[in-house]
Structure formats: C-alpha cells, structure tokens
C-alpha cells in the first residue's frame, strides 16, 4: 500500500440526483391519467391487478431505490457500460405526506464487512448494477441503510433528456453563472484530435506507463486538474509543519524547504517517490470535450443542456464543488416535476402518450401499473422533508459518515470512500435518525 494515503478534509462527495426521481413522477402520473381517462388502459390494469396497497417497509415507510445509468450507445452503435450515475434512496411516509432523498456517492467501497455480505462483490458500488444486475445492488443498499426495499426505478440519460424534451424543456434559475472546459463529447472518447498516428501511439505509450505505475503504486492519477490542486496543497500543508517544527529554519526560507521536498509542474507533482498527475487522456486529446458556459438567471434548458448543467464536474470556483453539483440537480428535479403536474402537461394527451412512451423504452422498474396509481395519489401532495448526501463532512448528523483515501492494492489503486473510523454501522445509524423525525430540513 501506499505509505502515505491522502486523507481529503475539504472535498465533499456525492452522487448526482437526477433523473430517476423525475421517472417515478412520471410513471405515476401517466399512469394515473391514462387509467382515469382511458376506458381500455383501465381494464389492463385491473386486470394486473387493480388498485391495492403499497408494499411498505415494517416501520410502514415505502423505499424506492433510484438507479441512473450511464447507458448510451456510441457512433459505431456499441452500448457503453451500464455504470451507476445516480443512486437515490427514495423514503415516502405515507403517515404524514412527506419524502427524504438520500444519495450514495458512486466511489463507496463495497466489500464483506461494508455493504457486501451475501453478494460475492468488491469494489465501487458505481460497478454493482453493471456487474450483477438489480437485484444484487438492492441488497447492498439494504445492507449499508439495514431497511427494506419495496421499489426500484432504473432509468437511462436518454430516457432523461427525451422525458424534458417532450415536457417542452424547464427553466430553471441559475443562481451562479460558471464555465466548464471539460464536459466530455459523447462519441468522441476514441478521437484521436488531429494527431498523426505516431504521435498517438507515443501518448499511448505514455497511457500505458501510467497504468503500470499505478499497479506498482508510484503514481496516483487525477481526473481533473482541481483535484490535482487540492491533493498538491494537502501535502504543502503537511510539509508547513514539518519546516514549522525545525530547530534551524533560517539556513532556508519555506520555498528551498519545499522546492526539496516536491518536484511540481503543471499537469504533475512528486513528493516520496510518488508521482501525483492528471491522466494523459485529459491532456492530450482535448476534443473529447466541450467548453460549457451556464449565465446566471433565468434560463430555459432543453434535455440535453438540463442534463450538461446536471452533470458539470469540472467548473472553476464555487460551482466545481460536488454540493454545489448535487445542488444544481436538485433544482433540476423540482423543475422538471413542477413541469410534469403542470396543466400544459396535464392537457395535452400527445405529450402525455410521448412520456408514456418514452417510460416504456427507457425505464427498467417494478413499480407496476396498480402500485403507481396507489403512488400517485401521496406523490401528488407530498412535501420533500430532507435531501442528504452521504459524505466526508465533519457533520455526521447531516451524512458526514464518510472518509476518502487514495487507496493501494486493497482498493485497487483507486480514489474510495471507506466508513469513517470504520463504523461499518454508520450509514445505517444516519439512515435511521433521519427516518425517526417528522420533519427534516437541510
């Protein structure tokens, strides 16, 4: 392992929220108006089964777990993996008309004693649905909240973008205007970028030394050059103190103390022969990404750009932090479900068909026609009493249950979260004290 593990303080993790909660709006609504307004669409859910009571939890709560996959299919027609973009418990309390979001970040460390009892997995619970589908994922949910769940909704970014298409787009207030140089292009993940072959294959080369490097644990890679920043000022901190507590500090100032301690360039540093870079890919082949600009004020996003804003991870300032992203997702889910009850929606049966459509292709659910007309009438009213992310913060009344390392061959040389003090108890214990409140505000 790594001697030293890089324990970040500042940076706050989460995982987006997103379109899987505007699905369940969806779902539930289409089916209710279709049922109530349609004669034959009302005799095929009776004949599923009619209107019955909800699948409830023992605490009486209904859980839905909201899975957004990152399932897009490249020029050349192939599937890209069926990675977790989104992972949202969804807790209803039906007693008093009220909803609590909590969101799992994607780089969760899952193994036997965190979340992996009975489901045979190791690694990022990003890789849980791609790997073993649904069902396996549920359980590991069940495992780190220790609650039931009744519900699933699995959506993909197709599925979101054509949903706020055919709702005619949302608008939605941007409260900070921000840019973002590196939005990736889909489709443009093999694009060579006016490189000469040769050129590539030295690059690749250079892919290739850094995949090795990370087996024999000299490097640690970053995705972004904010993350780079952050880990190189973690280390600067560290050596302050160490030059703080010499006995002899004035034979040389703190800038030689450093300059003989850290090796630093642009785009890299190396502090105890390890080297701490940003991956080629993000270097070299600068058209596979795309400068996105956000104005501030009232802005009217279409599915794509609602789902770009969403999604933004690499902004400069305020807006590059992971709160002000899940933040920015929020709104877009409020946006979107204010959209969907609205009466331009509601009176438009050629929308409604397009949504009801578009369920039917994009959603992988098994929340059924009779279980969504009994949904719909508490989704309808309900009032959202707590959106929490699980995260790093030192407020574990707020989700701060978590800690981040860049770990070695144990986490296979990756960026995780691990229970914070190894209280494998803590999401579980988090989940339980918000559930026992009435009403929650964040």
Known sequence: MLNNLIKSKKKSLYIYFGSGLIIVFLVVFIVKIFSGQTEVFSQVVDTVGGKQNLKTANDGRVNILIIGVDKRVSENNVENGKLTDTLILASINPDDKSYSLVSFPRDIWIDNSFGGKGVGYTGKINAVYATLGAEKLITVVE????????????????????????LGGIEIYVENSFDDYAYPIEGKENELCGLEQKEADKIFELLNEQKVCTEDQTCVLFDDKNALDEAFDTIKNAIQKEYDNLVDTKSKSFAEYINLKVEKDENYFT????????????????CRYESLHFAQGLQKFDGLTALKFARS???????????????????????????????????????????????????ETDIGFSDAQAMYGMLSSLTNSGSFVLSITDDASTGGVLESLYGGEEYGYAFVLIPKDQNYNAISNFIKSIFNKSVITQ
């Open 143 to 166: 495992n780190l909240t220790d609650q039931k769940i009744q519900y699933h909704v699995a959506v993909s970014f197709g599925g979101f973008i054509e949903a706020i298409d055919t």
């Open 271 to 286: 502090y105890n022969d390890i080297k701490y870079e940003l991956k080629i890919d993000d270097v070299n082949f600068p």
């Open 313 to 363: 991870r690499h902004a400069y300032g305020e807006e590059g932090s992971d709160f002000a992203r899940a933040k920015r997702q929020q709104l877009v889910i409020d946006a979107t479900k204010n959209k969907v009850l609205s009466f331009s929606t509601f009176s438009n049966p050629i929308k409604l068909k397009n949504l009801f459509d578009n369920y039917q292709k994009n959603v």
